[in-house]
Structure formats: C-alpha cells, structure tokens
C-alpha cells in the first residue's frame, strides 16, 4: 500500500523569494516549504499513521496532510524536489533504521521517498517557474524535481 | 568517607558536547560517568543522583532534533527515566538534551522547531531566570550570560501554553532579547518537581572567566556562570535535595 | 569482524583477472585507452608504464592500470609541484628542482635546525606537528575542495571539511581535532545572473550551499569552526575555492607511527560504493562545461554522524594503544590509503572482504572507490578482539581485509585471483615532470597618483567600509558552532556586544598551561598585480594576525595552500614560482617553517567565451603557541582613556588595495616587505605583551588604518581621536593615501598612558609613534591632519554599514 503525508511546521509562514532564488528581475513572490513522505507498506491505515507521528511529526510543531490535496490552495506552483537516486538522503538514511518499529503490531515498511515541497506564491508568471528551477535550490547535479499540478491551472480548466 | 554525588551522562552516536560536559560536572564537585548509549541499561541509571543528556546532533538530527535519540532511549529503558525522577533523581537536559527531554515528554509538552530567522545560530545571550527555586538555578544571580549554538531552539507550544508555563514559573530561564523566535523567550523549562530541567545555553561552556569574550583582564574572577549552574545542583544533591 | 556477503562473485572474479594487452598496443592506441577511461597521463608516463610491464614480461590487469594512474596524479603525487622548472625571467633561465624542495620543504629543513625541538614532523604525515608543550603536539593541515564544491558548493564543502577532519584523525596514531578553519574565494554575490554562463553555479548560490556545508558538518562533528576568511573577486565566479583546514591536539609520544611485518589491516567506517569514483584524477584536471554531467559519479554528500562515531573509536582505540598505524580513505580510496601505507614495507589486500554498498562492483571500483568516512589501520592481532569490542560501542562497521608483508610489493587479490601485483619502487616513483615557466612584470605595477578631492575622504571611507571584502562576516560566522568542546579563548567575534572582528584566534588545550594561536591570509587582489608582493604580504599578513593575538614569534608555524589555474601555461606557472620565492624568502627570515601544505592546479573553466582562469592564489594559514594566558591579547579598545599608537612604516602602497578598487584604480604599487624589520617590530611588540603594557592591538590590513582603528572601536563605547600628521610615512603622501594604505608589518594597539615610556624604550629606533587616543565624552572617529578635521563620523553609523554589509547576501 501507498501513503502520502505532507507535513507542515504550523510556526512557519511563506518568505520572500528572493531568499532562494538568484535572479533579482524576479521581485514581489514568495514561497513556502514543506516535506512529502511517500511510504509504500503493509499493514492497517492506521499504523501508517501511528508510524508516522512517531517518527516524522512532532504533536506541537506540525500539521498533516494524508489526502495528497497540497497544503497551500493559492500557490502559483508546486515543485517537489527530491535527491537523485545515489545521492545520500540522510534523513531516508536515518529514518529507515526505524521501519521496523511496529513491526510486532503487523506494519511493515517496504520503501521510503523524501521529497521538499515548494510553494510559489504571487502573479502567475512561466518565468518564475524557470527562474526557480534554473537559479533557486535546484541543482540538477544531485535533484530532480517534478512540478505538482498548478492550482491556477486546474481553477481554470475547470472552468 | 566523603559521599560520592554521582552522575551520569548519556552519549549518543552525534552528542559531542560530552567531554566538556564531563569536565564541568567534575569541576563542579561530581564523580561523572561518560556512557554510550549501546551500554546503557535500565538498571544502571539509579546508581546515580542526577543524568544528564548533553548537546550535540544525536543521530544526527536529521527528521528533528532529539527524535530518533527518544526513540532510542524509549526502546531502551523505557519508563525507567520516569521512575528515576518519580524516586527523585534528576534529570538535565542541554541543548540537544532538552530537545529530547521535550520529546520522552519529561517536561511539560511544547517543542523546539527551527530558528525564526531558518538559521543556526552561535551566540552569547543574556538570560533572566524567572523562578529560581529549582536546583539547578538557585545559586545563580537573576541575570547571568551564556552561549548558545542551535538551529531548532525556537520554543514553541500549543495553544498559548507558554504563558502559563512562565505565569506558574515552569519557565524559569529566559532570553533577555529573543534570539530566536521563541515564545515568551522561553530558555529553559522545569517539570513540575524542579527535579527535571532543559535548557537551549550550554552552561558547560562558560565554567571559566576566560571563556567570556569581553574579558576583563584585571578581573581576579576565575569561574564563569556554568560552574555556579553545576555547582547548584551539586551542592543541592550533597545536602541531600535541599536548596 | 565483518564480513561481506556478495552475491554473483563468480563472474566478476572471471572478468577483473582478464589482462588487459598493452603490450600489444600501439602508442596512439594505449593513449586513446586512457583517454577513454578519463585517466590523466601523458604519454611520457605511458610509454614508462609500457616498459616496466614490458620488463616483467605480462600485461596489467585493469585494477593495476588505475592503481598507477591514481598513484601518479597530480593529486597524490603533486608532480608539478615536484616537478623540475625551467624558469625563465629577465633574459635568464634557471632550473629550479622542485618547488616544493626548493622553496617550502627547503626552508623547513635550514629552519628546522635553529629551532630546536619545536617542529616534530613536517611533510610526512597526514598534518604537520609542532610542539606544545613537554607532553602534547599540535597538528595542522589545510586542503582545497573546489572542484567539488563548484559543482555542489553543499556537498563540496561538506565533504572537504569531513576530508580534512579525517586527515587529523589520521595524524599520527590519531589526533584530537580541536578547530577548524574555512577559507573561501567567491564570485562577487550580487553578480547580474545574466552575465553567468549557463551551468555555471551562481557566486551567491555557491556561498550559501558552501557555509551550510560547512556548518552542518563541522557543527555536528563537535568541532569549532574558528577563523576563516571570504574573498569576493570576479576572477573567482567560474572557478570557486574552498579551503578547508582542522587542527588536533595529539600525545608527542603518538606521533609516531610505523608499519611492520605481520600487522593486521583493518578498514574502519562506512561501506564502499560506486561514489567518488575518480575523485583524484578528478581534481587534477580542469572544469569543462560538460564537467556538471559527466562527473555525477564524483559528487557526493558526507556523513558527519557516521564520521563523529569513527572519532570516538579512534580516540579511544588511540589511548588504549590498539593503533600502530592510521591514515584515512580520501583522494584515491584504498589505493591511495593502502599505496601509503605499504609504500616501504609490502602487503596483501583481499577486496572480497571489504563491506560493499552495492552488488556488482568491480574490484578496481571498490579499490578507488571514494566512499566518505573509512579509515584504514594497521594492528596487531592481538589487539583486534579489543578493537572489535569498541566497535560495538560506538556502533561502527570494522573489517580485517588485509596484512603488512616485507615483499615491498603491492599485492591485491580478489576471490583468490591476484589482481594486482606491483613493486612500490616503480610505483611510487613516477617520471619526474619537466615544466617551463616564464615570469614576466605585467605593467599593472607602476605608481599611480590617485586624483582625489580631499572633501571627499569620509565618503570614500564609507564606501571602503561597505565593500564587501571589508564587511562583517558575522552573518556567516553564527552559523558555526564556534564555543563546542568549550575551549575558544579568543572568539572569531569579541567586544562589549560580542560582534566585532579579531585578528588571530586561541584555543585552550586539555591537560596543557599554553593555549594555540591561529590566523590566516590570502591577497588575491594582491596577486593580479604583482605575486611576489602579494607572497610577501600573505605571510606576513598571517604571522602578524598571530602576533597581535599573543602568539611567541619563535614559536610559529605556516602551512601554504596554493591554487592556480593551468600549470602547463608557462605565464602562470612563472607567476606561482615568483610566489614561492617570496614565501621562502620571508619564512627564512622570520624562522616560520613551513610543516605542512597543499597545492591545487587546474582551477580553471572553459567556457563559450574561452578561459576562466584565477590568479595565483596561495593561502598561508599560521600556528603558533601562546606561552602564557596572560599573554592573550584582543582587538577591542578596553578603555576611553588610552593612547593609541601605530609601529611600522606607512607608505603609498596602494596596488590591489580596497582603496584603488572604491576608485576603480587597477595596478599600482603592492605593498612590500622589509623582513628584517618586520621581525624586529614583532619581536618587541612580543616584549611589550609580555610586559602586559597592551591593552588591544589590531593588525593593518585590507582598508588601512583608518579601517583597523574603526574595527577597534566597535566594540566599546568610547570615541576615537587620530592626528594622521603622525603617521610615520613616505614622502609626498596624500591624507587619503595615508589613510587607505594597506603597507604591511603594522599594528595599531591600545596602552595606558602611563606605560608610554615603557614602550618607548622597547621601540627605540623602530617606527612607533602614538597617534592618538580613546575618549570618553564622545562616540565618533575623529581624524585631523594637524588642526584640520578630516573625518568626523559617528561609530555607531559605521558600525551599522560594517555589519549590514554581508546581510543581504547571506
């Protein structure tokens, strides 16, 4: 089975672009960040969801999302950004030593993706979806990213 | 023969702040034993008056602060540490320490997240201590300074609760200026016995008057503010838990 | 002991004992293989190779044809460095024999002599050692990571603090490492993205990404990072460096360390993969624009936790007495760690032993394999159930995969098959390189008269004040854990708010009365014009920032880190042996050995629009020991009532200054050096601490004087009075040229009036003069010239541009 939580640290708020991205034509956006945990296990919903708090999330610091809708509603773009395969993840690293935590209680964790998700908030604009990805936290060297379907977008086929 | 106060401190693959932590304790009076995690057992830790968890990245840190060193502590011994402080010993947390102590929920439930400016930050802070009828502070003057060094250092709570933890003095240390975003200027955090104390500065690191970085060279002081913090709980165990 | 499970060994086993014929290949052939294989040699090498197989009658196998290729590169064998140079100048042409023989490990030697007792080992470890005191050693020891970090500034520097760190624990039988230093030259951070090529990291991108770097491995290994320096120039937007130093504290009796017949090898620490592959050949050669995908295989991320827990267990295995011999994985993997290690005595390497990340590995892929965080130590038997026992403790990976013979032969095997056999007298001993260098004056070196309007001093001296070579690393330096292991005396930020800058910084060591000084300098700017004077004042620069922290003068020690571009470019080369000569020449005055140093060539891009290159750019990083806790001295004025006074000689020295750089100047006259007198000034300067008649001192550098005195008033809150008619100086001086001059071997500091006699008598006939005082009615630098006022700026104001500077960048 698959499960997909976002997880959002609830004392954090969206800051100016310009912080992570090297192109300074491109004022006036912002974004936000936060991590998507893809797990692929076996085992009832429920102890995903144990699994999950215990080892990812703090009860104070942070809100999740299982439902796969993304956090923000009113970003431009959503880009996940993930290491390439090879690369060491050390947070992937760290937590797998634990997959086997509730494993008495039935769960069984078979793999584990990590990525940073990138809200981009502001005008809709095709350059600052370039800009970030070609001077912002991006390094094709080591990432990949894929782009989360746009909101606007999806607002406008709706229509 | 003079009783021994002993003290335990708990190393982890990534505590580095054990060596100086050591040195305090000893200077402080102290008969410290550095052990490392893989030869911690539950029994073990009521030999000792006081456990410390000192600073440093355990695990590296890397899903947050002190998680996976909770994880491990509880897999390991447990509600042991609960019945060590229920008996009444003590228990210190710096640091990474506190982060963890936050997390077995040794102390009143808040958290430790990122920094509010995203950044670590090493720096000397001046702190105000609030309630100072806990072992750990009760020698202390009201204001004194130490350093920190922490990227999750920001304290933070659900539902206002910092308020009340500093209105009923379980907030005991604070930052004079709020470094890092933290609610209230939270620095340090006591469970409702006094017996349980977490605290972002590292004391350790000011147990000299040469450690300060205005020094005075005239000044005849030759202790910092960190040995009266260890001093206090020693002096507290040697007399046997009186202030 | 662990040993590793592989599974399909069988055919692997059959596929890497296959010869490979070049025996059978013409000479354009076998240099097309190497090619292929991105294997720097040139056919020299080649056809030397050809021979010696030639002699023993056999082909090489793969593995042995990587192993001479790693072993001979530039980075393991700094045959450039070594090599011999034809140089011409003036007309003239000598043949220096090795520059490194001639002008660094030289001088140690003729130093090393009058200086008895105080360097205990220098070029032949992993760090040189000096001594500390009757019981302990300090080492030191600097590398470049800028290949890497162009690529991945995050993963680059990660991996070339957690190298270097690695290089201490491998020092001796394993030192303690205390510091650590970071040096970085950058693109300017505001640089217009539209002028950077495609591909190309962005100089502020490579700022962020190396600082993290830096600080997430240096902070979670438990090691203060303590002095360093950012250099922000165009030249360096294509080809970044990273320098990344530590020092350890280490028992003079375990320096010593050897290998012998019947040792153990153990691998400690992290499994081996495919990653870092070619590391070393990797960062001997220059940066192609196709170098971002090609080299994906050489990038990688550092494991700090996984590196702190090798650090426990060597310390302790270290105190026990378990460890004969340790030298860590870097540049080269195993082969380099191994080829090291058995160079005089022989040994036995069986690869099936060694714990793999990933199936299918080749043996000459596990053999180079650059896989962060491994040790490897050389133990008697007896001791390896101890040793084991450790590694259960501190919960790391350790692997018997190999003995210490007396054939002085390396001998790897896999599976039972021999894969590699080769005498260490033909390995280790690669042709001798054959260079020609040419050093040529540009004409950039000639005084220039400067058109300044003297209304505009103050202006121009905020504008010098803001520069960003001159701004507050503040920013940057809060990231670092610079108070862990609770040791940091002189903080890199000190003074009443505990944010303005020092000079040299100290440590106290564990169970020792001294205290380690340690500074650092490098003059890029310097360089573009004229590299001899830019050698003259990098050193001194370094030794002085000690000096002013209360370091003895006979106790000091340098390491030199150069980096140029292309070495085959006789110009280049010229400028780097113009560089050396100077270096040389100081350090033999000043009797600073050198004891340890590291050279990087290649820093250069090929770009659309032809070279990249970078000028000589040469790091001298200082050590030395600071005899007494009194002696320990601070930049920040102390009081509002004190003289403050200047020694040395200011001249119009103002080519490569920040000064000329405001004004758009470019050339002019870099400042030099008279050794002689400089020494003189140190060692009195030295008398007068000793005499505790030094309330603060400051060294003159970047910005001038006008720069060290502000610097020295940020921290207090007192005013600052200056009559620059007291300046002892040249002729024909303007004020401005007086103020901005960066002329070297200067201090300013802080007495009590009281003690002006004193001091005078330990200056006599030296160029001291008081040229001012500290006051206490107000907060501003005033400075006149005679009774005029020429600036007249509030502190507070200046203070604030200074530590705003960087800010906005990082």
Same mark, same amino acid.
């Given at each position: ?35 998507? !945990? ?79 998700? !990138? !809200? ?24 990949? !990213? ?14 | ?67 996976? /060193? ?9 509600? /042991? ?28 439930? /808040? ?133 | ?10 055919? %692997? ?83 220096? &024999? ?31 050692? +000096? ?11 600097? $590398? ?7 690529? $991945? ?136 624009? &196709? ?75 596990? @053999? ?79 005084? +220039? ?226 050794? %002689? ?36 008033? @940020? ?43 004193? +001091?005078? $008598? ?44 960087? $800010?906005?960048?990082?």
């Amino acid at each position: 089975m698959h499960c997909v939580v976002e997880i959002i640290n609830r004392f954090s708020s969206p800051k100016d672009l310009q912080e992570i991205i090297y192109d300074r034509t491109v004022t006036g956006y912002s974004y936000a960040k936060t991590k998507v !945990y893809v797990i692929e296990y076996e085992g009832e919903e429920s102890l995903i969801k144990k699994f999950v708090e215990m080892v990812f999330a703090d009860k104070v610091v942070d809100n999740k999302e299982y439902n796969g809708k993304p956090f923000y509603s009113d970003a431009i773009y959503i880009i996940d950004v993930e290491l390439k395969p090879g690369v060491l993840d050390l947070e992937k690293e760290y937590a797998f030593r634990y997959k086997d935590i509730l494993s008495n209680e039935g769960l069984v964790i078979k793999d584990l993706k990590i990525s940073q998700r !990138y !809200y981009l908030f502001g005008k809709h604009s095709e350059r600052v979806k370039e800009v970030f990805i070609k001077s912002g936290p991006i390094n094709s060297v080591i990432h990949s !990213y894929k782009e989360v379907r746009s909101i606007r977008k999806k607002k406008q086929e709706a229509r | 023969m003079e009783e021994r106060v002993r003290s335990l401190l708990l190393k982890f693959p990534g505590t580095n702040c054990d060596s100086e932590t050591d040195r305090a304790l000893r200077t402080a009076g102290f008969d410290n034993d550095i052990i490392p995690i893989n030869l911690l057992n539950r029994d073990m830790i009521f030999e000792y008056s006081m456990v410390v968890i000192p600073g440093g990245f355990s695990y590296g840190d890397y899903i947050r602060a002190g998680r996976l /060193a909770q994880l491990e502590l509880g897999l390991k011994i447990g509600d /042991a540490l609960f019945e060590f402080k229920e008996k009444g010993g003590l228990i210190l947390g710096i640091c990474n320490g506190f982060q963890i102590l936050l997390q077995l929920a040794l102390l009143p439930q /808040a958290s430790l997240t990122t920094n509010i400016s995203g950044r670590f930050i090493c720096k000397w802070v001046k702190l105000k201590i609030i309630n100072r009828k806990t072992p750990f502070l009760y020698l202390l003057p009201w204001k004194f300074e130490l350093p920190v060094a922490h990227i999750e250092g920001r304290f933070v709570t659900s539902e206002n609760k910092a308020n009340e933890y500093v209105d009923s003095g379980l907030a005991s240390l604070v930052y004079e200026e709020n470094i890092n975003g933290s609610e209230c200027g939270i620095a340090g955090l006591n469970d409702e016995t006094g017996r349980v104390f977490g605290l972002m500065p590292h004391p350790e690191r000011f147990l000299f008057y040469d450690d300060y970085y205005n020094i005075d060279k005239s000044s005849n002081e030759r202790y910092g503010s960190g040995y009266i913090f260890f001093r206090s709980v020693y002096e507290y165990l040697k007399v046997g838990g009186k202030m | 002991m662990q040993f590793a499970i592989y599974n399909g060994a069988k055919r %692997q086993e059959e596929m890497d004992s296959e010869l490979i014929p070049i025996l059978e290949m013409t000479d354009s052939e076998l240099g097309e293989l190497f090619f292929k294989r991105k294997l720097s040699l040139s056919k020299f090498d080649l056809r030397v190779i050809k021979d010696y197989f030639r002699e023993i009658k056999r082909n090489p196998t793969e593995l042995e044809i990587e192993v001479i290729a790693q072993t001979w590169s530039e980075h393991c064998k700094h045959r450039i460095f070594n090599g011999r140079i034809l140089h011409n100048e003036n007309n003239k042409m000598k043949v220096i &024999d090795g520059i490194f023989k001639t002008y660094i490990k030289g001088v140690t030697e003729k130093i090393i002599k009058e200086r008895d007792g105080f360097v205990l080992c220098a070029f032949e470890d992993n760090a040189g050692f +000096i001594k500390l005191d009757d019981e302990l050693s300090v080492c030191f020891k600097v $590398e470049t990571h800028n290949h890497p970090s162009a690529i $991945e500034p995050y993963a680059g520097a990660n991996t070339g603090i957690g190298g270097v760190i690695r290089d201490i624990l491998g020092a001796g039988r394993g030192a303690k490492p205390g510091a650590c230093i970071d040096v970085f030259c950058f693109g300017p951070p505001d640089c217009d993205i539209a002028n950077i090529e495609e591909g190309v990291i962005h100089p502020q991108s490579i700022l962020r990404g190396v600082v993290k770097g830096v600080r997430d491995y240096g902070n979670r290994m438990g090691i203060p990072t303590l002095c360093g320096a950012i250099h922000f120039n165009k030249v360096y937007t294509y080809n970044p460096l990273v320098y990344c130093g530590s020092a350890g504290i280490i028992p003079i009796k375990d320096i010593k360390k050897e290998v012998y017949k019947g040792l153990s090898i153990v691998l400690v620490g992290g499994k081996t993969g495919r990653d870092g592959l070619r590391g070393a050949t990797f960062s001997s050669a220059s940066l192609r624009e &196709d170098s971002r995908t090609e080299d994906i295989v050489a990038v990688q991320i550092g494991n700090p936790i996984e590196e702190k827990k090798i650090l426990d267990f060597v310390l302790k295995a270290r105190e026990k007495g378990l460890i004969e011999y340790i030298t860590d994985c870097g540049g080269g993997g195993l082969s380099s760690a191994c080829g090291e290690m058995l160079k005089t005595t022989g040994g036995k390497i069986y690869l099936e032993k060694v714990p793999l990340k990933e199936p299918g590995m080749k043996s000459w892929e596990i @053999f180079l394999s650059e896989s962060q965080e491994r040790m490897v130590l050389a133990v008697k038997d007896e001791n390896l159930k101890e040793l084991s026992y450790l590694t259960t403790i501190y919960d790391i990976d350790c692997t018997e995969i190999g003995e210490i013979t007396d054939t002085k032969r390396l001998e790897v095997y896999y599976f039972n098959n021999k894969v590699c056999d080769l005498e260490s007298e033909f390995l280790h001993n690669p042709p001798y390189k054959v260079l020609v260098s040419h050093y040529r004056d540009n004409n950039l070196k000639a005084e +220039i008269t400067s058109n300044y309007n003297e209304n505009e001093i103050s202006n121009l001296f905020k504008r010098v004040l803001a520069d960003i070579n001159i701004v507050s690393r503040e920013p940057v330096i809060r990231e670092y854990d610079f108070e862990v292991q609770g040791n940091t005396v002189v903080k890199p930020l000190i003074g009443g708010l505990g944010d303005m800058p020092q000079d040299g910084v100290a440590i106290r060591v564990d169970g020792s009365k001294k205290y380690i000084g340690l500074g650092c300098s490098i003059l890029p700017s310097y360089a573009l014009i004229d590299p001899y004077n830019m050698g003259l004042s990098t050193l001194d620069e370094a030794v002085r920032q000690i000096i002013v922290t209360g370091v003895n003068p006979e106790k000091i020690a340098l390491l030199d880190n150069f980096c140029i571009g292309n070495p085959d470019d006789s110009y280049e080369l010229g400028r780097l042996v113009k560089c050396a000569e100077a270096i040389s020449y100081v350090a033999l005055c000043y009797k600073t050995p050198f004891i340890s140093g590291k050279d990087s060539f290649y820093n250069y891009y090929i770009s659309e629009n032809g070279i990249q290159s970078i000028p000589v750019s040469l790091l001298i990083s200082s050590i030395g020991i600071i005899d007494d806790k009194s002696d320990i001295t601070t930049s920040n004025i102390k009081s509002g009532n004190s003289l403050l006074c200047i020694v040395g000689y200011t001249k119009k020295e103002l080519g490569g200054s920040i000064y000329y750089k405001i004004l758009d100047i470019n050339g002019g006259r870099v400042p030099g050096l008279d050794p %002689q007198l400089a020494l003189k000034i140190y060692q009195q300067f030295y008398k007068c601490i000793k005499d505790r008649l030094i309330l603060a001192s400051h060294d003159v550098s970047e910005g001038g004087v006008i720069v060290a005195l502000t610097e020295m008033g @940020f921290g207090i809150n007192c005013g600052i009075e200056i009559d620059v008619d007291r300046i002892i100086k040249e002729e024909d001086m303007s004020i401005s040229e007086l103020l901005f001059s960066e002329s070297n071997s200067r201090i300013v500091f802080e007495i009590e009036e009281s003690n002006l006699f004193k +001091i005078k $008598e330990h200056f006599k006939d030296l160029p001291f003069t008081v040229i001012g005082k500290s006051v206490n009615n107000h907060r501003k630098i005033i400075i006149k010239n005679k009774n005029n006022i020429v600036v007249e700026e509030s502190l507070e104001e200046l203070k604030n541009i200074w530590k705003k500077g960087l $800010e906005v960048y990082y």
